[in-house]
């Protein structure tokens, strides 16, 4: 059966985003991509897509609330607590816990381009310098240099359009 145009781009443009959201919250890639699977089947199931405001958010919510409900019923002894992860459904977070702002993050970076999220996460996870990442991936300094701007400015929009600028703080550092 033929998705609907407009859940298919839905689909496409978040789904990466999603998973890597969900694999932060529940430790466990292969989970997150069924939870935002789920999500999505639900949503289509449903036939509601076309009704929401704000499909991005709606997602983020909706994957949250799934990998919270699975995190509940596995609790195990060494995993974080469920409660950890409950955030108070605002439409302008000003509270974020520390353990909430890693998996959103995560999501807005899974929005990146993904030869332009690799330069990022390669500066700011590995604490690789411009040089170190252009002579591992075989690119000049400045092609580095103009997707860790690009990379950040894309980072900024996306921040600022969903109501989360103050992560810009963590990022920018």
Not at 13 to 41: G, P, R, S, W
Not at 58 to 68: D, E
Request: proline content about 4%.
């Amino acid at each position: 059966m033929e998705l609907p145009q407009t859940l298919k781009d839905l689909f496409q443009n978040n789904y990466t985003a999603l998973c890597n959201y969900a694999a932060v919250m529940t430790k466990d890639k292969h989970l997150a991509e069924d939870i935002v699977q789920d999500v999505f089947i639900h949503l289509w199931e449903k036939d509601k897509f076309n009704q929401l405001d704000k499909p991005e958010a709606f997602l983020l919510k909706c994957v949250r609330n799934k990998c919270i409900d699975h995190l509940r019923s596995h609790k195990r002894k060494n995993e974080t607590l469920v409660e950890d992860f409950i955030i108070e459904v605002q439409d302008r977070p000003s509270n974020l816990k520390e353990e909430e702002i890693l998996p959103l993050l995560h999501y807005f970076i899974g929005k990146l381009p993904p030869k332009t999220q690799k330069v990022f996460l390669m500066s700011r996870q590995q604490k690789m310098t411009y040089k170190e990442i252009a002579e591992e991936l075989n690119l000049s300094y400045k092609t580095i240099e103009n997707q860790m701007g690009s990379a950040l400015k894309k980072l900024r929009i996306l921040l600022q359009q969903h109501n989360y600028l103050p992560l810009a703080i963590i990022l920018f550092q």
